[in-house]
């Protein structure tokens, strides 16, 4: 069992900066890849980034060269640091997980992006 708070969300200004993260517990020893999705209003779930336990990342088009994903393995960590935000980065953000073929989410953030 594996559970995902995620933290940090919030109003932020277009060009702004926001960092979210995701706290994990439970079965941790079990983790490996960990990532981020997004899903904003009338739109489907979608991958934003990705970190593998070695470090290995991959980010959507979308957000390539603005957010970097990173992991903090000794606090049971992963972060996403967003920057140069856009009002089409709006939505709430998920850290998800897969262990032995179950998929975990965590409950979400919410990042708005307004002036």
């Known amino acids: 069992q594996v559970r995902l708070v995620e933290s940090g969300g919030g109003l932020v200004q277009p060009g702004g900066s926001l960092r979210v993260s995701c706290a994990a517990s439970?079965?941790?020893?079990?983790?490996?890849?960990m990532h981020w999705y997004r899903q904003a209003p009338g739109k489907e779930r979608e991958l934003v980034a990705g970190?593998?336990?070695?470090?290995?990342?991959n980010y959507a088009d979308s957000v390539q060269g603005r957010f970097t994903i990173s992991r903090d393995n000794a606090k049971n960590t992963v972060y996403l640091q967003m920057n140069s935000l856009k009002a089409e980065d709006t939505a709430v953000y998920y850290c998800?997980?897969?262990?032995?073929?179950?998929?975990?989410w965590g409950q979400g953030t919410q990042v708005t992006v307004s002036s």
């Open positions: 439970g079965s941790i020893s079990s983790i490996n890849d």
């Open positions: 970190i593998t336990r070695g470090g290995s990342t």
């Open positions: 998800m997980t897969k262990v032995l073929a179950i998929v975990y």
